[in-house]
């Protein structure tokens, strides 16, 4: 048997970005529990903070040093106190962390932290501990089984990370490598255990998800044959999948959509401009009408499916024209949510080393906030559909109301109802009324 801490340390995560790094942060917790480690929600009880950072934003490093700063009342108050750093922009910046920040105790990067609990141990010896590696091992085979704690009726769960697109705006190949995918019967088996402890629906995750091939038996699974097999899990009732690239919808996966009935209607496929011109800028390999067709190949196959996208305006060399290009897609889809944002460069990539000419940060701005206009319209118009309509609720929390409760229909809407329902239910509902960003309903009994 494993000898059990004599003490329990107190552990604090501040998860920025990604659902990937809310994943990560839960194994990262799960890992540091081998030491004695148990999660606290305030870094004023901990005995460690981890910041499991994202690098995808503006600014990303100057806010994580910002946060870092906030901290330093708390280090001499307590110099037992270890701080650390994960993540994509550890695995960005690594040594230069601890240089600008010296109370920082260890850095880490996102395909390290099943190493934590040594680097952990050697922070303990008061050694600066950095580890930004790309390993060979895989990191998930040398976490430890993941605790029966009752979970939450939702999950994450990683199955391919990396990507090998190197789209010009794009971090994620340098900070997370190259696409990797998990085998088979590892996902399977971290599904089951996930159903066991309570778990009925599973998003699978992946910088580039739908590009999994993992290894399984008679050869290499694509994620259409791997939904199909977790379909068959007892007790697994939904199954999504974020984030996809358009050139890696594969016929399979299409299809899936529309004979899986696990499978949820609602698919997030990242676009992020309407213009040739600057998706060639962006190295995107897909043209505005390559895009378009393949919604319609989606939606044939099922009709009532959710479609959301992400979108970047102001791309260096970007026109009026170009960002109207923009516009007119996103009209044409009719996009049931999407997220959009202004261009900025990050250092590294491709886009942040031309000299192409720059947009105006005004004219910028205001592309922006017209493109945000038009997606809320479509947004608030696919919710308002839905009042009358019936639909079923998987139902996670207990509402801010009295007596009430919320969950997400299978369009990934948050819904709220005051009757009778159990955290972990599903249950048919009819909506009644549509606000802001969610729908209100009645329970079918």
Not at 58 to 65: D, L, T
Not at 77 to 100: H, S, T
Not at 121 to 143: C, I, S, Y
């Amino acid at each position: 048997m494993s000898e059990t801490p004599s003490t329990t340390k107190k552990l604090y995560i501040k998860t920025y970005g990604c659902q990937m790094n809310v994943y990560d942060s839960e194994r990262m917790a799960e890992a540091l529990g081998g030491s004695g480690y148990t999660e606290v929600s305030s870094p004023e009880e901990a005995d460690m903070i981890l910041l499991n950072t994202c690098h995808i934003r503006e600014k990303a490093a100057e806010k994580v040093y910002s946060e870092l700063g906030r901290y330093k009342d708390l280090k001499i108050a307590n110099p037992d106190l270890k701080i650390g750093v994960a993540g994509c922009v550890a695995q960005a910046e690594g040594e230069e962390i601890m240089r600008r920040q010296p109370m920082v105790d260890l850095v880490v990067g996102p395909q390290s932290y099943h190493r934590l609990p040594e680097l952990e141990a050697k922070a303990g010896h008061g050694q600066k501990a950095l580890d930004t590696d790309f390993p060979e091992e895989d990191k998930f085979e040398k976490l430890k089984s993941r605790p029966k704690a009752k979970r939450a009726p939702a999950a994450f769960l990683t199955v391919q990370e990396g990507c090998d697109k190197f789209c010009a705006f794009c971090v994620v190949p340098y900070t997370r490598g190259a696409e990797v995918s998990r085998p088979v019967e590892r996902v399977l088996d971290e599904a089951r255990d996930l159903v066991e402890r309570g778990v009925r629906e599973i998003t699978l995750l992946g910088q580039n998800v739908n590009a999994y091939h993992g290894a399984g038996e008679g050869g290499t699974w694509g994620l259409a044959r791997l939904i199909r097999e977790l379909a068959t899990v007892d007790g697994l009732e939904r199954i999504r999948f974020t984030t996809s690239h358009p050139n890696d919808m594969e016929d399979d996966l299409i299809a899936a959509h529309g004979d899986c009935d696990k499978l949820m209607p609602y698919l997030h496929l990242p676009v992020q401009s309407g213009s040739d011109k600057i998706l060639k800028a962006m190295n995107r390999k897909h043209t505005a009408e390559e895009y378009l067709r393949l919604i319609e190949r989606i939606r044939a196959a099922r009709p009532d499916i959710a479609m959301s996208g992400d979108f970047i305006v102001g791309f260096p060399g970007e026109t009026d024209q170009d960002f109207e290009d923009t516009m007119n897609l996103v009209r044409e889809v009719g996009y049931g949510s999407a997220f959009s944002f202004k261009y900025s460069p990050r250092p590294g990539t491709p886009a942040a080393e031309k000299e192409t000419k720059m947009v105006d940060p005004d004219v910028a701005s205001e592309r922006l906030h017209r493109l945000q206009t038009l997606i809320t319209e479509q947004q608030h118009a696919f919710q308002d559909a839905m009042v009358g309509r019936e639909v079923s609720v998987l139902f996670e929390r207990k509402g801010r109301m009295p007596g009430q409760m919320v969950g997400k229909s299978e369009y990934l809407h948050a819904v709220h109802v005051t009757d009778d329902v159990a955290v972990g239910e599903i249950a048919r509902v009819r909506i009644i009324e549509s606000g802001p960003n969610s729908l209100g309903g009645v329970v079918l009994r």
